[in-house]
């Protein structure tokens, strides 16, 4: 079974704050300040009888590397350098979106040629705007 | 959903979320999480960090939201 926390506090507990768990159906994101001691981590795992948060390898696998990516850190710089990470996959899917739009514009010729026509570049730039009403 | 042109958005590019969770085997915690950790790796919670996690735990009953059987873990560990 595997909790994560769902809510920081946002006042002392004295003070009447509260920090909730939930069962985790997915994984919160993973930042430096995160890591380390149970205490300063937000999942938590029960497993075989016993309590404990995410291992190393088990962060490393939530941020997209494989088994042993950063073993050559200390350990502080491990959680550190994973908080820090871009995802792998995230990266790929970006670089696919890049490469589409190239594609397209590749597809689209004139789209990559120099404003000939400046009346006509605002009429598509505003129609573009128009798509991002503020 | 494409621009004026159809170009700049590409209508057939799949979105990272589109698929849902479950359709993807990566992403599951079985994928993740290890089966034979260390016994004795230093993220075991001890009596020590249960004792302070009880109280955050128990902090949720204000809103009703406590997880009953994490703090009867936690509590366990504590000797509570």
């Known amino acids: ?134 | 959903m494409g621009g004026p042109t159809g170009w700049w958005t590409h209508d057939t590019s799949p979105r990272p979320d589109d698929a849902p969770p479950s359709s993807d085997p990566a992403s599951s915690w079985s994928h993740i999480v290890e089966e034979t950790p260390d016994p004795h790796g230093p993220f075991w919670v001890t009596t020590e960090q249960a004792e302070k996690l009880v109280p955050r735990i128990e902090s949720a009953e204000k809103v009703g939201k406590v997880d009953p059987f994490l703090l009867e873990i936690l509590r366990g560990l504590t000797g509570q």
């Open chain 1, 1 to 134: 079974m595997i909790w994560r926390k769902s809510a920081r506090p946002r006042a002392a507990l004295s003070e009447g704050g509260y920090e909730t768990w939930v069962t985790a159906d997915r994984s919160n994101t993973l930042t430096g300040y995160d890591g380390g001691l149970a205490t300063r981590q937000t999942h938590l795992i029960y497993q075989d009888g016993r309590l404990r948060t995410l291992t190393l390898t088990e962060w490393e696998r939530l941020a997209g590397f494989p088994d042993g990516w950063t073993a050559s850190l200390p350990t502080s710089e491990r959680y550190g350098t994973l908080g820090d990470s871009f995802h792998p996959g995230v990266a790929e899917w970006l670089g696919g979106r890049i490469t589409a739009v190239h594609d397209g514009l590749t597809a689209h010729p004139t789209l990559l040629d120099p404003v000939t026509d400046p009346a006509r570049a605002a009429v598509e730039f505003d129609q573009q705007l128009a798509l991002f009403p503020v």
